[in-house]
């Protein structure tokens, strides 16, 4: 079946210690994002990327990079976590970046910093 | 700014009863979309229903209807004959209909339990 796919689903990782979360697509589609979601709080959209083009949102800290390399994957770096980076973070993808394009989700990783 | 608000963390419903999840959001456009989005435990968040602002007509997908009151912005979900499965997180979301925007603002969410 197609679908978006997260890696790891659990990671822990040391405060500033760099970490890099995993997401990859079989549906071929153009868009991918990436959301934070904190305990008890809504997903907020991070970044997201419209095929090579890299779109940051305006609040969306300097700590926080992406990179996709090819149309199926896609990745977020964090370059020192602090506690406050705590969270689960959801891959989703679009087919285009209009607003009538429906978001697939993949199952989220939820990020520990110890 | 466009916000979404969910005023019921936790909801129950006993197993083949009704229950009405609320949602109200605050926008000055007049052309967006609104969806519901349930999230089952550690897994992914899928489409439950959507809504497009300029419809007058509500949303229907099986057991799952919507009120949509444009003028009060409220977009309530209702989930009839409830089913086990039906337990989860959901989310209200909006989204702006113009532009080439596709982000969607989610509200905190609403915790259903279904009680056998």
């Known amino acids: 079946d197609a679908m978006v796919i997260q890696n790891p689903r659990y990671q822990v990782t040391q405060f500033g210690k760099p970490v890099t979360l995993s997401c990859s697509q079989t549906l071929n589609h153009n868009v991918m994002y990436w959301y934070q979601q904190k305990s008890s709080q809504a997903p907020k959209l991070l970044f997201h990327y419209y095929d090579k083009d890299f779109n940051n949102e305006a609040d969306t800290p300097d700590n926080f990079q992406s990179r996709r390399p090819n149309t199926s994957f896609c990745f977020l770096d964090i370059r020192s976590p602090g506690l406050g980076d705590a969270a689960m973070y959801l891959c989703a993808t679009s087919r285009a970046p209009g607003p009538s394009y429906e978001q697939y989700f993949g199952p989220g990783t939820r990020l520990t910093v110890t | ?93 909006y989204k702006f209909g113009g532009g080439a925007t596709n982000k969607l603002i989610f509200g905190t969410g609403t915790l259903l339990a279904v009680q056998p």
Not at chain 2, 55 to 66: D, L
Not at chain 2, 67 to 78: G, M, P
């Open chain 2, 1 to 93: 700014a466009q916000t979404v608000t969910q005023s019921q963390p936790e909801m129950s419903v006993q197993e083949a009863e009704t229950v009405t999840l609320s949602c109200t959001y605050d926008t000055s456009e007049s052309d967006y979309y609104l969806f519901w989005y349930k999230q089952p435990p550690s897994r992914q968040m899928i489409l439950v229903i959507r809504q497009e602002a300029y419809k007058q007509q509500n949303a229907t997908e099986n057991r799952f209807s919507v009120n949509f009151q444009k003028a009060a912005k409220s977009f309530s979900l209702k989930i009839s004959d409830s089913q086990l499965g039906d337990a989860a997180m959901y989310f209200c979301a």
